[in-house]
């Protein structure tokens, strides 16, 4: 491995330096698989601009919408497969075509959305845990919001429950990685994910989280500066333009290798860590 890859444990800063630089390095060969992506993903927004209303349609879990939203996202996954393995290549000096990164995309998909899929299984089944147990509850509940210490008591077990569900997600957080760039089987990556984060699930969250939340602020600075409707999810949002949704599509194509960069850079750095131990 070069430099572009730690060859030891590094410190928050020195990790987000290597994941820039990674991504300075391959942004002209991955942007064009990041825009791809990004075009597909933003799909229901030109549909929701196009027809003039919310793309969101309540109903049932399985609607015709909600298979709409999962066949986008098997069409868009390779894409950000070939950008991860693109990268990969390039901490490993190999020039490897355009067109070989899309094959080893499609080639892994199967496998990788499976993997996606466990996790989201296992997410809800702790998801429903929580409102069955809300259920059962719901007339202590009700009893303990009359009252200043149990209303405090009851929104600490609703933080509790959130953090609990975040900490479970974070553990899969290579699941792509592992199998498109360390050809683990999907129950190894499964285990080889939750075995690298378990001890080191806060230094995971906040390394991973930190491209997020700059693309956050940017969109907010955007939308409230500039005015441009760029979509937000926790703002209420005005009718929707094709140049927001254009927007939107662009600054999420230019952000989506930083995501990929970090998860090459951590993974690496997680795996020097448990080598130490």
Known sequence: MDALLPSQPERYWQLMKRSLLLYRKSFF?????AL????ITFTPRYIAVSIGQESFIPGPF??????????????????????????SCITRQVDEPAREDMMIGIHKVIKV?????????????????????????????????QHTIGALLLSMFFILQLFLLLYVQTLFVFLLPLIVIEKNSILNAIKNSILLVWN????TFSFQATPWAIYLLILLTIKL????????????DTPHHILAALSNTLIFALWIPWVAATLLVQLRDLELRIKRK
């Open 200 to 203: 080191h699930w806060w230094r």
């Open 29 to 33: 060969k991955t942007f064009l698989f």
């Open 113 to 145: 959305f499976l993997a996606i899929l466990i996790q989201a299984f296992l997410i809800l089944c702790l998801a429903f845990s929580f409102v069955t147990l809300q259920r059962i509850y719901l007339q202590e509940y009700l009893q303990l919001i």
């Open 36 to 39: 791809c992506f990004a075009v």
């Open 62 to 87: 399985l609607n015709s919408y909600h298979l709409l939203l999962l066949f986008i996202d098997i069409i868009a996954l390779p894409f950000f497969i070939a950008i991860v393995w693109h990268m």
């Open 225 to 236: 500066i500039f005015g441009v409707n760029i979509h937000v999810f926790f703002i209420r």
